[in-house]
């Protein structure tokens, strides 16, 4: 099955997501960190692109990505901006863990892709290394991405990746 067979409906974020938003993203920890209702708005509202998967009308996956030149404070953002312009940055994709494997996070990164066609920026993200995230490695080592660099963070070990600019279509 491939993005394009994805059941999922892939539209920009909406004020009424915020609360299902939230659910999804602090069930996935520690893939992802977890947020407050007020944090996860501030992302948004800093976002580049808020991207959110529907399957069957019900919010089932989200892509948010914040783009270079921000002040966003993450410190792998900040790793990445000290050493890339022109980037898009996946700061948290998280799908509802009762639809996985209905190709949702391809849906989702297939959208973020063609938005940015022809634009020459870059994609890049960060997979922990620990604790182990080896789904999400694989994840996007499969839809093109390419290991930049490390970093031990104490609690946390991340593995810096990032994917050509997609070219205009």
Excluded at 59 to 66: D, E, F, P, R, T
Aim: proline fraction near 6%; glycine fraction near 8%; hydrophobic fraction near 40%.
């Amino acid at each position: 099955m491939s993005a394009a067979n994805s059941p999922a409906n892939i539209r920009p974020f909406e004020p009424g997501d915020l609360s299902t938003l939230l659910l999804l993203n602090n069930a996935a920890v520690p893939a992802v960190n977890e947020l407050t209702a007020e944090d996860l708005l501030d992302l948004v509202n800093q976002a580049l692109v808020c991207l959110v998967a529907e399957v069957d009308g019900a919010v089932s996956g989200l892509l948010l990505c914040v783009g270079d030149g921000t002040s966003y404070d993450s410190p792998n953002y900040l790793w990445l901006s000290e050493r890339l312009s022109n980037f898009a940055y996946t700061d948290r994709i998280c799908v509802d863990e009762t639809k996985r494997g209905l190709k949702i996070g391809d849906a989702l990164y297939a959208e973020l892709f063609r938005h940015f066609a022809g634009t020459g920026r870059c994609f890049v993200c960060e997979v922990n290394e620990r604790p182990p995230n080896p789904g999400s490695l694989r994840f996007h080592k499969r839809l093109g991405f390419e290991e930049i660099g490390t970093a031990d963070n104490g609690d946390k070990a991340v593995i810096y990746l990032k994917r050509a600019p997609e070219p205009a279509s």
